[in-house]
């Protein structure tokens, strides 16, 4: 039985590893990489003596074994540029979903200048941060509605001025296709898009300007196969497929369409529509009845449910924070890999100017709780220290139920981080939820325990009234 992608074992993977334990990957042993590599954090070019002819046949082995069943597509060059698709498995679950669908935000060819120039930076600009994370918007789909080769070319060179962002070029028309990809073939843009009317035209532009192309063939599966299937075979390689984006009543269809698509390829091993899907939520701006608030909401619940059910890319035209904030966070959960905690990095943290007789807390590196306790403590203003221990990413209670917290380590962390040097006062204020180590705490570390409030929001209020601490 051919095994799920991700069910492939290290033992699978070892046998065909040049097995000599170099090191030159990083790695002690070859069974050490074999085991990153059947978990994905590690690439086949990670292992050098490997890319020799004398591997040829078993990296082909290695390829078929671990590539991912939705084909990884480049849009964009340098540094700027965005990885869509390369899903292994259909839910998250089974392993976890490699590259986050990149945004792309539209302008048409007959915005004038100024207004085209500030909607271009202000998608490059957009950043909110969460959680030690910063979650930006991704790339600029150009959209031809002028019909005219020159206003479209233009527009596209306007848009390369103005950011570095990969590009979605979209007509239907090759003619209009042409002069903007000779201007912008560079820069790697996504063609959007071929049909059944045009596929030829446009392959041949794929083909000469090595670009990725789109196929669209709306609420049509057999359609979209069909013409997947003979781009392929005219040479057209890197394609994202486009089933269509319906919002209000088409909602439903939509969300089967990818679905159906996405199980195909993951569950029935269904090659032929295995490449990256692009939803467009920017369709709820086509409604002409609709409130511009009432269109936006549309697309912010569209582009959610197309990130969670499938879509690898998705164009949108709302840049409002109300709508775009929600989504970026949502890409955040889906595309965190669950087999890992967000962590940050352990060590001591310092609040404002402390001096010697600044208060010292301590808290875990998940990383949910090491933003709400420093959120906290800054809002607050106040001058002080912070341990934060590592607990592989787990939260105070977790960590202590699980034995990953410990008067041991939280020992440990008061001499390493160096915070004897730098207080002449020996109190630690603990959390509330780590009370029960105070005692073990005292007698491993030699300092005082102080237990703080169970929930970090209670920091300045307890601070206020506790520190400095009276003399006993
Ligand atoms: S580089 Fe390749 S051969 Fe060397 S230890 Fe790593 S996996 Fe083994």
Excluded at 174 to 200: C, F, G, Q, S
Excluded at 212 to 220: C, E, H, R, T
Excluded at 262 to 268: G, M
Aim: overall charge neutral; glycine content about 6%; aromatic content about 8%.
């Amino acid at each position: 039985m051919k095994l799920a992608k991700a069910e492939i074992s290290p033992i699978d993977i070892y046998k065909f590893l040049p097995r000599t334990n170099c090191g030159e990957c990083g790695e002690k042993t070859c069974m050490a990489f074999a085991t990153k590599l059947a978990s994905r954090e590690a690439r086949l070019s990670d292992c050098p003596p490997l890319l020799k002819p004398e591997f040829k046949e078993a990296y082909q082995k290695l390829w078929d074994m671990i590539k991912p069943p939705v084909k990884e597509i480049i849009i964009g060059a340098g540094d700027n540029a965005v990885r869509i698709g390369g899903k292994l498995v259909m839910y998250r679950h089974e392993l976890a979903y490699h590259h986050p669908t990149p945004i792309a935000v539209d302008v048409t060819d007959e915005t004038p200048e100024d207004e085209l120039v500030k909607r271009v930076q202000g998608v490059g600009k957009f950043l909110y941060k969460y959680i030690g994370r910063e979650l930006t918007l991704d790339a600029v789909a150009v959209r031809s509605v002028s019909d005219n080769p020159a206003t479209f070319k233009s527009a596209v060179e306007k848009t390369m001025k103005a950011t570095d962002l990969p590009l979605i070029l979209c007509s239907l028309n090759p003619d209009v296709m042409e002069p903007a990809l000779i201007a912008a073939h560079k820069r790697r843009p996504l063609i959007y898009a071929a049909t059944a009317d045009n596929w030829r035209d446009m392959a041949e532009l794929a083909l000469m300007y090595e670009c990725p192309l789109a196929v669209f063939a709306p609420n049509d599966l057999n359609l979209l196969k069909s013409l997947t299937k003979t781009l392929v075979e005219y040479g057209v390689e890197d394609l994202v497929l486009d089933p269509g984006t319906f919002t209000g009543a088409g909602v439903s269809n939509t969300i089967n369409n990818f679905t159906m698509i996405r199980r195909a390829v993951c569950k029935k091993k269904e090659e032929a529509l295995g490449y990256p899907l692009i939803g467009i939520p920017m369709t709820a701006w086509l409604d002409k009845k609709a409130k511009p608030e009432l269109k936006a909401w549309r697309e912010g619940y569209v582009a959610s449910m197309l990130m969670t059910r499938y879509a690898d890319l998705l164009i949108m035209h709302s840049l409002d924070g109300w709508v775009q904030l929600p989504i970026v966070v949502w890409r955040f959960n889906i595309y965190t890999d669950p087999r890992k905690p967000v962590t940050v990095e352990p060590g001591l943290k310092v609040f404002g100017k402390p001096d010697e007789n600044s208060p010292v807390m301590f808290t875990t590196n998940y990383a949910l709780t090491f933003f709400t306790v420093q959120s906290d403590i800054e809002s607050a203003g106040v001058d002080g220290y912070l341990i934060v221990v590592d607990t592989e990413g787990l939260s105070v209670q977790s960590a202590i139920a699980g034995r990953r917290l410990t008067s041991d380590m939280i020992a440990d962390a008061i001499k390493e981080t160096g915070i004897e040097q730098k207080v002449k006062h020996r109190q630690l204020i603990t959390p509330g939820m780590a009370a029960r180590l105070s005692g073990e705490i005292e007698d491993l570390s030699k300092w005082q325990v102080m237990v703080g409030p169970t929930d970090s929001s209670g920091i300045p209020k307890y601070l206020k009234e506790q520190w400095p601490p009276k003399e006993n």
